[in-house]
């Protein structure tokens, strides 16, 4: 094989394996693609990946911020909403106020993300995703689902650690064992912590996925984020975010 190609095809393991790739520049020749350099020592290095949250400084900024926003409405809007939706969904359906799954979170980790229940007590729930018109949703999980409220619990994983505010969306194991087969650099998507809202949501990117094309445009748009990230899109995200509940969204289901 060319060395070229050679330590490209290294280069595609290790993002698909969640691992950071650093080479000399002696044997890093032809990449066809951007690279940054970097000094251990005396010694230059070629980083194959860089991101803003790769810097000690912004994961401390934006944890901050995580933390001041999400204990805050923990703590002054929450317990009205959980007080409110939970009563809801125990006098219309039965089974728990909450509904938690087994999630991928950050450098591949798995973690227990909370929502408030929108559907009847299944069997499915950790394979399938939700459709339009699907019959495991209960009449009032249809709004909660349809304004984003079933997400409000999310500010517990926030605050726990697990998430931040904004990020590329937690997918169910089965979905990611099975994307990260699929799609190239999909694993890249978990370097940082998902999020409750992300850049892709905020541009049409959420709902069902019926072709692999649209969960590709996902991981393009989440992977676009990690390295153009700044405190400023993420309130930007925020904003908009706010903005398409306000609205409504069509593939909010």
Known sequence: MEEGRYNFS??????NHLLYFHGVPNVCKGFPRRIWHSMVGNMPILNLRYEPLG??????LKRMFDVVFSGFFLVTVFPFVYLIVGSIIKLTSPGPVFFKQMRTGLNGVDFVCYKFRSMKVNDEADSKQATADDPRKTRFGNFLRRSNIDELPQFINVFRGDMSIVGP?????????????LIDKYM????IKPGVTGWAQTHGFRGETRELSQMEERVKADIWYMEHWTMLLDIYIIYKTIANVVVGEKNAY
């Open 10 to 15: 290294i280069m595609n393991y290790c993002e």
């Open 55 to 60: 810097k000690m400084e912004n994961r401390m």
């Open 169 to 181: 969306r937690p997918h169910m194991l089965a979905h990611t064992e099975t994307y990260a087969r």
């Open 188 to 191: 890249v998507r978990h370097f």
